[in-house]
T-cell receptor, first 112, second 115 residues
Framework: DAKTTQPNSMESNEEEPVHLPCNHS???????IHWYRQLPSQGPEYVIH???SNVNNRMASLAIAEDRKSSTLILHRATLRDAAVYYC?????????????FGTGTRLQVTL | GAGVSQSPRYKVAKRGQDVALRCDPI?????LFWYQQALGQGPEFLTY????????KSGLPSDRFFAERPEGSVSTLKIQRTQQEDSAVYLC?????????????FGPGTRLTVT
């Protein structure tokens, strides 16, 4: 599995954009980049994924570097409910469900 | 619809006791995963089922850990002769195999404390 590096923690003010970086320099060409987040006392939840192109969904945007060695999860307007640990997970598309390899993630604090 | 449910939510066991943790996946989800999450760490993979078949148990830390999914739906993770190092949150996740994303849906976890 590709190794990932994320900052341990980040802070944001409510209603401001947040950019959460992830380095995955050993990612293989066929690995997708998945992001999950874990709110306090809950199980992780899927946020977004991508391969090469930037991606948008209702929760967030994912910007992937051209060389795919890094990516950035973008929350356009952070709210208090976005306070969580965010995990960046390279994941092989094996054609079937595969395990997730979590790192330690980035703990995002959102303040008023 | 209903998500993944786990029971009990909290379990306290004395060292040496056996425990059984239950997972009810989302109906129709073929794949089921168990993860272990120590305090302050990310979840770590334990084992994976596709229907009733246990296809990967490489993450089980010792032969005291045993998982089953006999009818391809509900799964039970059993830990025999619990030790203090088994204290953790045990997470269950399920996934359907019909799309390319294979998003995993997690339950709330069972917090196991071994005293």
């Amino acid at each position: 599995d590709a190794k990932t590096t994320q900052p341990n923690s980040m802070e944001s003010n409510e209603e401001e954009p947040v950019h959460l970086p992830c380095n995955h320099s050993t990612i293989s060409g066929t690995d997708y980049i998945h992001w999950y987040r874990q709110l306090p006392s809950q199980g992780p939840e899927y946020v977004i994924h991508g391969l090469t192109s930037n991606v948008n969904n209702r929760m967030a945007s994912l910007a992937i570097a051209e060389d795919r060695k890094s990516s950035t999860l973008i929350l356009h307007r952070a709210t208090l409910r976005d306070a969580a640990v965010y995990y960046c997970i390279p994941r092989r598309n094996t054609g079937t469900a595969s395990k997730l390899t979590f790192g330690t993630g980035t703990r995002l604090q959102v303040t008023l | 619809g209903a998500g993944v449910s786990q029971s009990p939510r909290y379990k306290v066991a004395k060292r040496g006791q056996d425990v059984a943790l239950r997972c009810d996946p989302i109906s129709g989800h073929v794949s089921l995963f168990w993860y272990q999450q120590a305090l302050g760490q990310g979840p770590e993979f334990l084992t994976y089922f596709q229907n009733e078949a246990q296809l990967d148990k490489s993450g089980l830390p010792s032969d005291r850990f045993f998982a089953e999914r006999p009818e391809g739906s509900v799964s039970t993770l059993k830990i025999q002769r619990t030790q203090q190092e088994d204290s953790a949150v045990y997470l269950c996740a399920s996934s359907q195999n019909r799309d390319r994303v294979y998003e995993q849906y997690f339950g709330p976890g069972t917090r196991l404390t071994v005293t």
